[in-house]
């Protein structure tokens, strides 16, 4: 099942027009940075996206931070484009870990977000951000972004299991480049084409079906009905009936699934 959320839409215009929703009072601000992409994205109190900028990474690996004064510098780029669109200085800053991260990587997560010049005012775990946006209490959220495929489990709005699994996006991207004989920037490319999905997705299904029986185990022997998939990389058509028909239980995707932790991250940015 695919949900067409109107605030992830309306977020994507935003950022794919360099454009600001009016606004006034205090706004919130998230940072994540990904394996894939690093997004800010600005909300104001009542959660109504306001602005965004994303770039594409190189700088982050599953998680932890591999180059740090070039993400910095990307975090700061994006923070004073942003600024820029919305005509006011942002302050304070959420922003987010994958499930399962060690601690001295939060530390260098959120070194970066200051080291660009916002306060970090919270911490968040990913599958926390993206549950705030699809507004659930209960069910499993999988993440699954370019480097790792985070699981985490929902039981009364509380996340009672996660689980970080190297597996995403690079790997479908990997299996295109051997079987086209290409390189793996062309095989991105071709991956990303939304004209090119009926025609690629055959050659990748074995990964998803992979993901999905990944998944299926953390699963076992947890009280969950519905799984919402999210991340770039279930962005093909058939991505969640694959994961529906593997596990057998209903899975929902969402319109823009790149965007749903990054605006989630936005709306958890209060004082903890
Ligand atoms: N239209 C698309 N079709 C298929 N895959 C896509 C599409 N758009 C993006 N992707 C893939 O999604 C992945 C990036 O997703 P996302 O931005 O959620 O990851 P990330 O948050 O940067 O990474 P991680 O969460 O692993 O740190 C990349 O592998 C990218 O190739
Ligand atoms: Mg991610």
Do not use: W
């Amino acid at each position: 099942m695919l949900i067409n959320s109107d605030i992830l839409t309306e977020f994507s215009n935003l950022i794919a027009e360099n454009k600001s929703n009016s606004f006034e009072g205090e706004l919130k601000t998230g940072v994540d940075l990904g394996t894939a992409n690093i997004v800010v994205s600005v909300v104001d109190a009542n959660n109504n996206p306001i602005a965004g900028a994303t770039y594409p990474s190189t700088v982050v690996k599953d998680g932890i931070v591999v180059d740090f004064v070039g993400a910095i510098n990307i975090v700061k780029n994006l923070k004073a484009k942003v600024e820029e669109i919305i005509g006011r200085e942002l302050l304070t800053a959420a922003t987010a870990i994958p499930p399962g991260i060690i601690s001295g990587n939060v530390k260098c997560i959120s070194n970066v977000v200051e080291a660009a010049g916002f306060e970090v005012i919270n911490v968040v775990d990913e599958p926390t951000a993206a549950a705030r946006v699809i507004d659930i209490k209960d069910g499993a959220v999988v993440d699954v972004g370019g480097g790792t495929t985070g699981i985490s489990i929902l039981k009364d709005g509380q996340v009672i299991f996660t689980a970080d699994e190297a597996t995403g996006g690079t790997h479908m991207t990997l299996v295109l480049a051997g079987y086209y004989g290409i390189s793996i920037r062309e095989a991105e490319e071709l991956k990303k084409d939304p004209k090119k999905d009926k025609d690629i997705f055959p050659i990748i299904k074995p990964v998803v079906q992979k993901m999905a029986s990944i998944v299926k185990r953390y699963l076992n022997g947890y009280d969950v009905s519905e799984i919402y998939v999210v991340g770039g990389a279930s962005s093909f058509e058939e991505f969640n009936d694959v994961f529906e028909k593997e596990i057998g239980i209903k899975t929902i995707k969402f319109n823009e699934p790149l965007l749903v932790t990054p605006l989630g991250i936005a709306m958890n940015c209060n004082r903890g």
